[in-house]
């Protein structure tokens, strides 16, 4: 199937990539530029990335572009990637205008408001990476006792239909995960997983990890309630415990460490460079990025010396206080990580059980149906 240009409603059909068989035989694309429909992703820090970057990106360019012009090839996933677009822009927003407002302190309270407005910021930072970061605290050991990845990701790649005869269809890219969904986790993507392995190979492996037997004529069967299973828990564990720690990384930004932090970062600190008039253009550009380097550097280091510190003044309290005020981060990191372990525990503990559940009819005795 290909590109049907015989009238001026051109319809189009696209067929799967294949050796033989390229997906638009009336289009001349170089068969390296046509990315496979879907592929699974190597769930690391670098494919992480890889896809924050694409979603971002595209929320803030071409979704809303698409939206505001009325595009019919806008889809519902890019209307929900676009919900980073508020949450950044509020983030910023929130930091701007704190970081803003001493300018109309008086002087001798422009320095405190300054470092109000600071710590406000580094909180709504914190606030983000302690929940992302987080949300390993469930899903790593869960992976590691089950063997099953509930962030697996994958990319869709589908393809626009183009506006005219002679265009040609533009890869559009989507970043899912295979078990976002409890209802419709995409068990297809786990067929044929690993080459030259058994259809079935990614199943027998949870089977085998999580009790159910080996040599199973249909592990697969076996295999997706488990797995739904282990998504509905994981997800409310990863749901409540996310949010707490999240509010841990406001505490953190709150300490009075972050001050040494804050002045280090400030222009005053900023060791400026100075061009040497005896020097030519491209040694005086080379100093000028090693200086530059070196306050980075300066300010990195300055910044774990009071992560530490600020950890470290988190837990053990406010040298004044009493009472709950004096162990409130104790209490508040215990209690996420508690709801992290419990979560992670009980996902683990339903897997591994799975296999002791007994069927309603036991097939070994005889049933009688009136």
Not at 58 to 73: I, M, N, Q, R
Not at 163 to 188: G, L, T, W
Not at 189 to 215: C, F, M, V
Not at 275 to 303: A, M, Q
């Amino acid at each position: 199937m290909g590109i049907d240009t015989s009238n001026a409603n051109t319809t189009i059909a696209f067929t799967p990539k294949s050796a033989n068989c390229p997906p638009y035989p009336h289009i001349h694309i170089p068969p390296e530029h046509i990315p496979e429909e879907t592929r699974i992703l190597p769930n690391n820090p670098k494919t992480q990335a890889m896809r924050s970057f694409q979603k971002v990106t595209s929320a803030f360019t071409e979704y809303p572009a698409k939206g505001l012009k009325g595009d019919k090839k806008s889809t519902f996933y890019e209307f929900l990637t676009m919900g980073s677009v508020p949450y950044i822009l509020g983030s910023a927003t929130f930091m701007a205008l704190f970081n803003a407002a001493p300018s109309w302190f008086p002087n001798f309270n422009k320095k405190g408001a300054r470092v109000g407005g600071n710590k406000l910021a580094l909180g709504v930072l914190l606030y983000g990476v302690a929940k992302s970061i987080s949300k390993n605290f469930v899903t790593k050991p869960v992976k590691w006792a089950t063997g099953i990845d509930t962030e697996m990701p994958y990319e869709k790649v589908s393809y626009t239909i183009p506006d005219a005869k002679d265009d040609a269809p533009i890869p559009m890219f989507e970043q899912h995960n295979v078990f976002e969904s409890r209802d419709f986790p995409r068990y297809d993507k786990l067929y044929n997983l690993k080459e030259g392995k058994p259809r079935n190979y990614y199943y027998d492996k949870i089977a085998k990890k999580n009790g159910l037997g080996t040599n199973l004529e249909a592990s697969d069967a076996e295999v997706k309630p488990l797995i739904k299973d282990v998504i509905s828990r994981s997800s409310t564990a990863k749901s409540l415990s996310t949010y707490v720690w999240g509010g841990v990384g406001v505490m953190l930004a709150a300490q009075d460490s972050w001050d040494k932090f804050f002045n280090a970062l400030s222009k005053k600190s900023w060791k400026k460079f100075t061009p040497n008039p005896n020097e030519n253009k491209i040694i005086n550009i080379v100093d000028r990025g090693i200086n530059t380097g070196k306050n980075l550097w300066r300010i990195t280091k300055s910044f774990g010396r009071n992560f530490l510190s600020a950890s470290k003044e988190l837990y053990n309290g406010p040298v004044t206080e009493k009472g709950f005020n004096k162990h409130a981060g104790k209490f508040a990191l215990g209690f996420a990580a508690a709801l992290s372990v419990l979560g992670a525990a009980n996902t683990i503990y339903g897997a591994k059980t799975a296999g002791d559940r007994k069927m309603v009819i036991d097939s070994d005795k005889k049933v009688t149906v009136d």
